[in-house]
Structures are given as C-alpha cells and as structure tokens.
Nanobody
C-alpha cells in the first residue's frame, strides 16, 4: 500500500510557474509507475502526465512543452514543474501511483489533491 500527499498548489498569475510535490510513504515507491491527474468541478479526472519506473514520460497534449514530470526514488518523491501557466490549467491536481501496461496508465492509489488556480 502507498500513501500519497501532494503539496505546492496555490494561486498564480497567467504565465507564472508552480512546482507540485507528492510525498509517498512505503518502501515500494520505485516499483510503481506514477502520474499526475487534474480535475475541475463537474468534469472527469484527466491524466496530465505519467512517468514509468524507468523514467519514461508522457504528457497530455495540452501541457506538452510547459509541464515536466520527474521523480526521486531515493526520496520517494514525485514532482510536476508547471511553467507558462494558463487559466485553463486551474484544477485540483492529484498524484497517483499505479502501473503502466499495454500503452495505458492504470491508477491504483490517489493523494488528496492540491488546488491550482491560475488567475489575475
């Protein structure tokens, strides 16, 4: 079992940057593929980016070139660097641990989420 705790959300102006962090408990962190999702009220939770155990990454088209996902297995940490933020990036961001197979990421564990608001 993995417990996930996100941090780093907040209010930022358009064009600004934020770095989200996700702290994972448990000794099996390096065996999980990890991902960031986001959700706005009334809509489904969407995959933003994922990173495999090997460090391979993939991004949603809407964030390519602006967001970077990374992980530090020694510290059981997952990160999402978000640059050139837009109002449409406003959402609750969730950290997830799971497995990537058959070209799809399947979440197994979730954090509680952190709010990101991009506004003037």
């Amino acid at each position: 079992q993995v417990q996930l705790v996100e941090s780093g959300g907040g209010l930022v102006q358009p064009g600004g940057s934020l770095r989200l962090s996700c702290a994972a408990s448990g000794s099996m962190f390096s065996f999980y593929d990890m991902a960031w999702y986001r959700q706005v009220p009334g809509k489904q939770r969407d995959l933003v980016a994922h990173i495999t155990r090997r460090g391979d990454t993939n991004y949603a088209d809407s964030v390519k070139g602006r967001f970077t996902i990374s992980r530090d297995n020694a510290k059981n940490m997952l990160f999402l660097q978000m640059n050139s933020l837009k109002p449409e990036d406003t959402a609750v961001y969730y950290c997830s641990a799971g497995q990537y197979s058959n070209s799809a990421y399947c979440p197994a564990y979730w954090g509680q989420g952190t709010q990101v608001t991009v506004s003037t």
